[in-house]
C-alpha cells in the first residue's frame, strides 16, 4: 500500500495554521538578549532564559520587530533607559507568534517594556553599589585631596571625540590664563568595549603615576544611550581604588553611572570638567592673594607696633641716659677712690718691704764686698807668682815657632826656624 506524503512547504504549512489558529492573541514574556542587531532598519533578536542556578540556556528563541514598529519602540525606549538594546540585557516584550514556510518560527515584536529593563537594570546597579561598600571602597576617591595646583591631567576618552577637543580648548583659552598639561590615553567609550579600555588606560596611568595630578574621564557628543559599560563592578573598583583623583564628565544630569558615584568629582559634561579645573585653580589662586594680603597687612601691624615702641623707647632714652650717666659716674667715682686707697696701701707697703731689705742688704753686701776683696789679693798673689817675666829672670826662656810657644820637640823637624825668648833679649836659631 503506497503511503501519502507531504511535501515540506505542505507540512509548514500545517504548522502556520495552527499556530495562527491556537496562538492568535500576543503574550508578554521576559527574557535576556544573547543578541540584538539591526539590520536595514530592522531589529534582530536572539532571546534566551538561564538556568536559576548557571548559565545554561533552558530556552531559546528568535524575535523581530519590523521596521514600522523599531522605528517607533527604539527611541521610547532609549528615552526611558539610557541605553540601546545589547547582549546580556533583560527584556519585557509584547510578542505574537508567527511561522513562515521558508524561515520557519519567530516571535513578532509589538511592544516593549522599558520601565523592566529599567527595574532589571536598577537591581544589577544596587548589587553593584552594595558590593563596593562592602569592600569599603565605594567612598575612598571622596576622601582624597584635590592637589592645589591640578594643572598636569591624564585623560581618558575616545580618540579623536568631539567632547575631548572641547575638554583641551576649555582648559587652554581660560579667561584667567592659568597653564595646562593634558595627556590622551585613548579609550572606547560605549558598549561592551568600554570597561577593558577604560581599566587599560587606568594601568598606563598608574605606571607614570609621579607625571599626573587628576585623572578625568570624559564622553563627549552623541545620545547618552548605551551607559551600561560605566556601571560594571570591575571598572567601578578600579576607579574607587585609584590612588589620584578621578572626575568624570560623561553623561548628562539623569544620568548618573556606578562610575560618577565612586569618582571623587562627578560633573555632567567635558567642558564642565575643564571648568571644574579652572575654577578650583581660581580658588587656589584668590586663597594665594588672600594669604599674602593678609600677610602683608599682618606685617604691616607688627611694623606699626614696632614703630611705636621704638618711639616710646626714643622718648626715655634722654631721661634713661641722664639716669645711667650719674649711675656710671658714682660707680667710676667709687671705683677711683678704691683704686687709690689700694694703690696707697700697696705703696706703704712695698715702701716698708724696701727698708727691711735695706736694713738687711747692707751688712750683707758689707760682707760679700770684704769677702771679694780678700779673693782678689789671693789671686792677685797667685797671678804674680806664674808672670813669665818673673820666670825668665830666674833664668827660664821661651821657645817659639811662628809666635807659639813650643811645649813638644817632635814638634820641630830641619830646617824650622824658632825664636828662644831670655829675660834679656831673644835668640834666633834653625832645627838641624
Known sequence: MQRKALTLYELNSLVRDVIETTLDGAYWVEAELSEAREVHGHCYMELVQKDLFGATPVARASA?????????????????????????????????ANFHEAYGFSWIVQDIDPTYTMGDMARKRLEIINQLKAEGVFDMQKGLELPMFAQHIAVISSEGAAGYGDFCNQLKEN????????????????????????????????DRLDEFDVVVIIRGGGAT?????????????????????????????????????????????????????????????????????????????????????????????????????????????????????????????????????????????QQRLTTERHRLEQLGIRL?????????????????????????????????????????????????
Open 64 to 96: 523581530k520587530c519590523w521596521r514600522n514598529t523599531w522605528i517607533r519602540l527604539k527611541p521610547k525606549f532609549e528615552r526611558t533607559t539610557g541605553q540601546s538594546l545589547h547582549a546580556g540585557m533583560k527584556v519585557m516584550l509584547l510578542v505574537t
Open 175 to 206: 579667561d584667567e590664563g592659568f597653564w595646562f598639561y593634558t595627556e590622551l590615553f585613548p579609550a572606547v567609550m560605549q558598549g561592551a568595549d568600554v570597561e577593558p579600555t577604560v581599566i587599560a588606560a587606568l594601568d598606563a596611568i598608574n
Open 225 to 365: 544611550a548605551d551607559m551600561s559599560g560605566f556601571d560594571t563592578l570591575s571598572l567601578a573598583e578600579n576607579v574607587a581604588n585609584f590612588p589620584i583623583p578621578v572626575i568624570t564628565g560623561i553623561g548628562h544630569d539623569r544620568d548618573e553611572s556606578v562610575l560618577d558615584m565612586v569618582s571623587h568629582t562627578r560633573v555632567k559634561t567635558p567642558t564642565a570638567a575643564a571648568a571644574f579645573l579652572v575654577d578650583h585653580l581660581e580658588d587656589v589662586w584668590l586663597h594665594i592673594n588672600d594669604c599674602q594680603t593678609r600677610l602683608l597687612n599682618v606685617v604691616n601691624r607688627r611694623m606699626d607696633l614696632a614703630k611705636e615702641r621704638l618711639s616710646r623707647l626714643a622718648e626715655r632714652i634722654p631721661t634713661l641716659f641722664s639716669l645711667v650717666k650719674v649711675q656710671q659716674t658714682n660707680r667710676v667715682d667709687r671705683l677711683a677712690n678704691r683704686l687709690s686707697t689700694l694703690m696707697h696701701e700697696l705703696l706703704m707697703h712695698e715702701q716698708y718691704r724696701v727698708q727691711a731689705l735695706e736694713r738687711v742688704m747692707q751688712p750683707l753686701a
Open 384 to 432: 804674680h807668682s806664674v808672670d813669665p817675666a818673673l820666670m825668665l829672670k830666674r833664668g827660664y826662656s821661651i821657645t817659639r815657632i811662628n809666635g807659639k810657644a813650643v811645649r813638644d820637640a817632635s814638634q820641630l823637624k830641619t830646617g824650622d826656624e824658632i825664636e828662644t825668648q831670655l829675660e834679656k833679649g831673644t835668640v834666633k836659631s834653625k832645627v838641624v
